[in-house]
Nanobody, 115 residues
Framework: QLVDSGGGLVQPGGSLRLSCTAS????????MAWYRQAPGQGRELVAT???????NYIDSVKGRFTISRDNAENTVYLQMNSLKVEDTGAYYC???????????WGQGTQVTVSS
């Protein structure tokens, strides 16, 4: 089970830190990812973090977002800085393998960037 949290309403240029805590699975053995879904759009992959901590990002968030993992806490984080209106959406984490998600989605956490 994945529980996403940390979203909220923030002004452009602001920051948020999202958390994804897992139960009944060990995040340490998976590639973990954050996805987002903007209103009326499909779910998009935002960032991944491998078991060794190496990370990848979509171009639109490079330099602004940082994905990380704390295996001892069984939690994955997404630090989001310099937020833009277009970052608005529901954010979800999941484990991934070869482009496929491996576990049921959590409830997501809503991020709204607005002035």
């Amino acid at each position: 089970q994945l529980v996403d949290s940390g979203g909220g309403l923030v002004q452009p240029g602001g920051s948020l830190r999202l958390s994804c805590t897992a139960s009944r699975m060990r995040v340490a053995i998976y590639v973990m990812a954050w996805y987002r879904q903007a209103p009326g759009q499909g779910r998009e992959l935002v960032a991944t973090v491998a078991q060794d901590g190496s990370a990848n990002y979509i171009d639109s968030v490079k330099g602004r977002f940082t994905i990380s993992r704390d295996n001892a806490e069984n939690t994955v984080y997404l630090q989001m800085n310099s937020l833009k209106v277009e970052d608005t959406g529901a954010y979800y984490c999941n484990s991934v393998h070869r482009g496929l998600v491996l576990h049921p989605w959590g409830q997501g956490t809503q991020v709204t960037v607005s002035s």
